[in-house]
């Protein structure tokens, strides 16, 4: 039985009826860009001159409002269905065929007119596809650099302040503030370059292959002409898969791209955590830095500010990594010519460009607005013992290990005990163990 005023028909409803697991619709991404995969076939079709004029018209027309954003309440299909997503195929198809019939006061076949020349095997593998160049091109690639711009700002900002630097969270030789944003800058244009590198493959769609594919019902010339219509509106250049059977037979692009999503996840936990540390305490931590106030830390300790955006985009990174591993379980189920783990797969997928699509600018405006403690970041610096390790060329390894010791036993600068347990000026020492001198290099290009 299907609702009266709804769109969707039998095949939505049984699907609606048959996996009440997670409440979780497909994403609004895959969606939109299911209904843009329908406008292109209608158009090619017509090109082709298998579609009659009057039904591709306006098969076309309700694909662009579905693509716009219209009518989202009408693919209630939930994300564990079945695993070709043929469930949501033919729920677009529904949707869109009922649309159309309204448009022209005539019967539009869901599987005839709508699903020409197409199979839910081929038309969901390219809808991932789709709509993951799309996300990544539109969104998460801009936030990217967004951030690396927003972290080389800040280091050239913070070029001037000298800090202990940190090896197994113990204290080691000083480094620059901008030397240690700049370790964060190259991860984030590294994972764009990344992702950039997986676009070639990502671009070549499986639409044309129908049910096994071979391409069977679908015309020799539809693919192309598919992809060529599809790459002018969403100017993306796609093109047909070299090996329809691969494309349908396995997720492997998927798979590609979802473990360069979780190396871009890597890196937003290392600079999330880094951020924690740098700004901890404010009196028993480090406390190098101080971020920005946004919220209450504590419904119990008053005055407690905690590091909430950092917090969050490590959720983010771990979120992400696990979807990551259900994605490779996912690409692994190619059973013979087709993998039925796909609904799951984009769903993780668009999830995954989206959460670190939304949490690159939040990183972005966290970093800019952070202020350095210059004293807090001075006077261990004056008292770090690892300061000696300058002098090895001079006086050997076991002598400035004594010095360390000796400095850091005394709590005192490590230059003034170099002064008492060596021959070397102090005007040279002075100048050996200056903390910025020792800083020089590490940075190319």
């Not at 309700?62 to 564990?80: K, M, Q």
């Not at 020349?117 to 809808?127: A, F």
């Not at 190619?334 to 796909?342: D, R, T």
Request: hydrophobic residues 45%; glycine residues 8%.
């Amino acid at each position: 039985e299907v609702p009266a005023r709804a769109l969707h028909g039998a095949q939505t409803q049984r699907a609606v009826e048959n996996f009440p697991i997670s409440g979780q619709r497909m994403p609004a991404e895959f969606v939109r860009s299911l209904a843009l995969v329908k406008w292109a076939a209608a158009e090619s079709n017509a090109q082709l001159g298998l579609l009659p004029k009057k039904f591709a018209r306006p098969i076309a027309a309700a694909a662009l409002c579905v693509w716009e954003g219209e009518h989202s309440d009408e693919f209630p299909v939930d994300v564990f269905q079945t695993g070709s997503g043929t469930s949501s195929n033919m729920n677009m198809n529904e949707v869109l065929a009922n649309l159309a019939s309204q448009r022209i006061g005539a019967k539009v076949s869901p599987n005839d007119h709508v699903n020409m020349g197409q199979s839910s095997n081929d038309v969901i593998p390219t809808t991932i596809h789709v709509a993951a160049a799309i996300a990544l091109r539109s969104r998460l690639l801009p936030e990217l650099k967004g951030l690396a711009r927003a972290l080389a700002r800040k280091a050239r900002s913070v070029r001037r302040q000298v800090k202990t630097g940190r090896t197994h969270l113990m204290d080691a030789m000083p480094v620059r503030m901008d030397q240690e944003i700049d370790a964060w800058r190259t991860q984030i244009e590294k994972s764009a370059e990344r992702l950039e590198a997986v676009m070639p493959r990502l671009c070549q769609l499986a639409q044309g292959g129908t049910a096994v594919g071979s391409g069977i019902n679908a015309h020799p010339r539809f693919a192309m002409l598919f992809a060529r219509t599809l790459g002018k509106k969403t100017k993306i250049r796609f093109v047909p898969n070299p090996s329809f059977f691969e494309a349908l037979a396995c997720q492997d692009t998927a798979v590609e791209l979802s473990g360069q999503l979780k190396t871009t996840a890597v890196g937003f936990m290392k600079i999330a955590n880094d951020l924690r540390w740098m700004n901890s305490g404010p009196l028993a931590g480090l406390g190098e830095i101080e971020l920005a106030a946004l919220q209450p830390g504590s419904s119990i300790m008053p005055g407690k500010v905690n590091p909430v955006i950092p917090e969050a985009a490590a959720m983010v990174a771990a979120q992400v990594i696990g979807n990551d591993a259900a994605i490779t379980t996912g690409g692994g189920s190619g059973n013979f010519q087709l993998n039925v783990m796909l609904p799951l797969i984009a769903r993780n997928l668009l999830e995954s460009i989206r959460l670190l699509a939304a949490t690159a600018p939040l990183l972005a405006a966290t970093v800019a607005g952070f202020k350095v403690r210059t004293d807090q970041l001075r006077e261990p610096l004056a008292r770090n013992p690892i300061l000696v390790t300058a002098l090895n060329p001079v006086i050997g390894y076991l002598k400035a290990a004594e010095i360390a010791k000796a400095a850091y036993r005394q709590g005192r600068p490590v230059v003034d005990v170099a002064a008492e347990m060596t021959d070397i000026p102090r005007r040279d020492l002075e100048k050996l163990l200056n903390p910025a001198d020792l800083t020089k290099g590490g940075i190319s290009g």
